[in-house]
């Protein structure tokens, strides 16, 4: 596998993991608006990078 | 394969939802004004989280809290202003019997800075709660109301009464 795409995984997880280390740290309450938003982001992040790496030739 | 063009675009959107996601989580999750209180005495402590008060409708009616007919709960009532800007307001406390008597314990201002935390303390004993002449199987509840500003807190306060002494039978005889 190209080293490309593994240092793709590889920064995705540790953003993806940050962010969950911020939010448990520092969000106190989030609304039903937010966690909705937050929800259809995530699956949007994904979906966008999904398509990016097939567009890419992955 | 062969990389396809437009595909940054999707990048670039994948990007947006992650920087949309860090933007909620400050917005919605961080910033605003968070407050919690805790009832101490040497005994045990008890704590209001701070989601009971923001999201009312999961957790249900008003919290409660018990108080020993005897002791005392030193209450300590903490704001958590997470905002650019400082934060004052006038807090009113009082207590409600089941009678609707309304006893003000106390009117404060509480001030907090830009993301600093004000807090305001208060001591209330068990016997000012309980009313006087209360049978000892009855075990009294009071309301406790925090109003700061607009905002209004409520808090159950049960009283322990103490443990109601047996009698002694005599022995019997023959």
């Known amino acids: 596998m190209k080293l490309e795409y593994i240092l793709y995984a590889f920064g995705t997880l540790l953003c993806v993991a940050g962010i969950a280390y911020l939010a448990a740290e520092y969000v106190q309450y989030l609304s039903e608006w937010g966690k909705i938003g937050s929800l259809l982001l995530t699956v949007g992040l994904f979906g966008f990078l999904g398509k990016y790496f097939e567009r890419s030739g992955l | ?174």
């Open chain 2, 1 to 174: 394969m062969t990389k396809q063009p437009g595909r940054m675009v999707y990048l670039y959107l994948a990007l947006a939802c992650f920087l949309g996601i860090v933007l909620i989580f400050l917005f919605d999750g961080y910033l605003g004004i968070y407050d919690s209180l805790t009832a101490s005495n040497p005994s045990y402590q008890q704590e209001v989280p701070v989601e009971q008060w923001q999201n009312p409708d999961r957790y249900g009616g008003p919290y409660g809290m018990s108080i020993d007919e005897n002791g005392y709960l030193d209450f300590t009532y903490k704001v958590a202003n997470r905002r650019f800007t400082g934060y004052s307001a006038e807090v009113v406390v009082t207590l409600t019997d089941l009678n609707g008597v309304k006893t003000e314990l106390l009117r404060q201002t509480l001030t907090a800075g830009a993301f600093q935390t004000g807090e305001i303390t208060w001591t209330v004993q068990g016997t000012d709660l309980l009313p006087a002449g209360t049978a000892q199987t009855v075990n009294p509840m009071v309301n406790l109301e925090i109003q700061r500003g607009d905002v209004a807190r409520v808090i159950s306060l049960y009283i322990n009464r103490l443990p109601i002494t047996q009698k002694v039978l005599p022995a019997p005889t023959g």
